[in-house]
């Protein structure tokens, strides 16, 4: 195999109680690439289309990933990729994380697997790094398991997934300003009180109990975040009545994904998140907010290959 062509899935990083630890990939919303083997050594950015960002190896997170990844194998050539953005920059869903997942992913593919997929989420923590100044794993992490991942620990590495619960669906709003996550952490206080602390990790445990048991009363009791939430919610327009309005609709729970602006809800059944889907526009529409809205599975693929 010469060549690949890859949907790679967005994500919601953080769902409300799990900062920098919890994840989930989206069916509704993802980038495309092309990747194919070369004969020069190295990587080169051919295509980036659909957004204005860097095409220069190493300012761009595709680019720094994989070149990350060929820094651990003997290999003569190198490696073409084409970037197709559907997930905007800066929108709160992982848009950095999909490209730097998805070089990884196709590279080791056209490799022939020389690494697990706990070795793509290291090498594509450095496209975060580069992105976000922090190289975190909430979104790479659930962009190349699929599904919902937990980062049980950092340093060592240890990446556990977590089962889905089949009607579980995902509704996301975009306002349409750009945050950057480097510019949405460094408002963070980077200390918490016990007591806070004490609530979050509750929560924590209760999000991963609720989606084993497929709990879904349990699941929606837990989508709540102490800490960071009240901090970062200033930057988000219409924060209050989008969460407001998303539970009256029926919303099991709503918060920031990841670092914002994006604001997410989960719901039990597609009929409920398109009812919140509904609200979150109409809310929008009466301040004059301009926005894009995703209804979602849950992708428990994780990245895959297009004919
Ligand atoms: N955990 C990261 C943050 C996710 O909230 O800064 C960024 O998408």
């Keep these: 195999m010469n060549e690949i062509k890859l949907f790679c899935p967005a994500t919601i990083a953080n769902i409300s109680c799990g900062f920098d630890v919890l994840g989930v990939a989206l069916d509704a919303v993802g980038d495309?690439?092309?990747i194919r083997k070369t004969k020069k050594k190295g990587i080169r950015i051919t295509k980036l289309e659909g957004q204005d960002l860097p095409v220069e190896t190493h300012l761009n997170v595709a680019g720094v990933a994989g070149m990350a990844l060929l820094e651990h194998v003997d290999y003569e050539g190198g490696f073409e990729i084409e970037i197709y953005k559907r997930i905007?920059?800066?929108s709160g869903i992982g848009s950095s994380a999909a490209s730097s997942a998805g070089?990884?992913?196709g590279i080791n593919e056209l490799l022939?697997?020389?690494f697990s997929k706990a070795d793509l989420v290291k090498f594509a923590m450095e496209g975060e790094r580069l992105a976000s100044g922090v190289a975190h794993a909430d979104n790479v992490a659930p962009s190349l398991f699929g599904g919902f991942t937990l980062v049980r620990s950092y340093d060592p590495l240890d990446i556990v997934s977590i089962p889905s619960p089949s009607e579980l669906y995902a509704t996301v709003i975009h306002p349409q300003i750009e945050v950057k996550t480097s510019d949405s952490r460094k408002i963070l206080k980077t200390n918490i009180t016990l007591a806070d602390g004490i609530k979050q990790w509750g929560n924590v445990g209760g999000l991963i109990a609720g989606l084993?048991?497929?709990?879904?009363?349990?699941i929606g009791r837990s989508l709540v975040d102490h800490i960071v939430e009240p901090i970062r919610s200033i930057l988000i327009p219409g924060y209050g009545a989008i969460k407001s309005g998303s539970l009256e609709a029926g919303a099991l729970g709503c918060g920031i994904s990841g670092s914002g602006p994006s604001i997410f809800a989960f719901s039990k059944g597609k009929a409920t998140a398109e009812k919140v889907?509904?609200?979150?526009?109409e809310v929008y529409q009466k301040i004059g907010v301009d926005?894009?809205?995703?209804?979602?599975?849950?992708n428990t693929l994780g990245i895959k290959i297009l004919d």
């Design 291 to 298: 926005y894009d809205v995703h209804v979602s599975k849950i």
């Design 112 to 114: 022939g697997k020389p």
């Design 88 to 90: 905007k920059a800066g």
């Design 103 to 105: 070089a990884v992913w």
């Design 277 to 281: 889907a509904h609200t979150m526009k």
């Design 212 to 218: 084993f048991y497929e709990d879904y009363d349990l």
């Design 32 to 34: 495309e690439m092309v």
